[in-house]
């Protein structure tokens, strides 16, 4: 199968098991169903990312005054390093001028280079650090703030 095998879809409450799971399996601190539901729920941009009928990644963006705020970004562990974040961030991007966002932020923990990598070379900058922003296992971990003009 090739990346062109990729197919989107707005997220349901039917996908929530799939997801939570993956959630469970690469993050420390991962979001919770309430989370993932009340995205759903609020009308903010929630899709699924499949190949093959495998839920290959997931994310939840918010669209609010001429602006994108990517929440949530995750691909599933057996599918990283194929290119597909750069699929599903592309894809992201796309909906957001589609309604018409004329920029898009988000934060990333600062420890997460995979992340930061992908956002910089998708033409991401850097904004500000907010510091404490995310639970870690010693306390919290600052967040690096990104912004890109669409």
């Not at 989107?8 to 989370?35: A, C, H």
């Not at 691909?75 to 004329?102: C, H, I, P, S």
Request: net charge negative.
């Amino acid at each position: 199968m090739t990346l062109d095998s990729l197919s989107f879809r707005q997220m349901s409450f039917e996908d929530l098991d799939r997801v939570i799971e993956v959630e469970k399996q690469i993050y420390d601190f991962p979001w919770t169903r309430g989370n993932f539901s009340d995205s759903i729920e609020s009308g903010y941009h929630c899709a699924v990312m499949e190949r093959g009928g495998f839920l290959a990644g997931y994310g939840v963006m918010l669209l609010a005054a001429g602006e994108a705020s990517l929440l949530n970004l995750s691909v599933a562990k057996n599918w990283q390093g194929m290119g597909m974040g750069r699929k599903l961030l592309d894809y992201f991007v796309k909906a957001a001028r589609r309604e018409g966002a004329n920029c898009f932020h988000l934060e990333v923990r600062l420890s997460n280079s995979v992340a930061l990598n992908l956002y910089r070379s998708a033409g991401f900058g850097e904004i500000c650090v907010r510091p404490n922003y995310y639970p870690a296992e010693n306390g919290r971990e600052d967040a690096l703030v990104m912004r890109r003009e669409l």
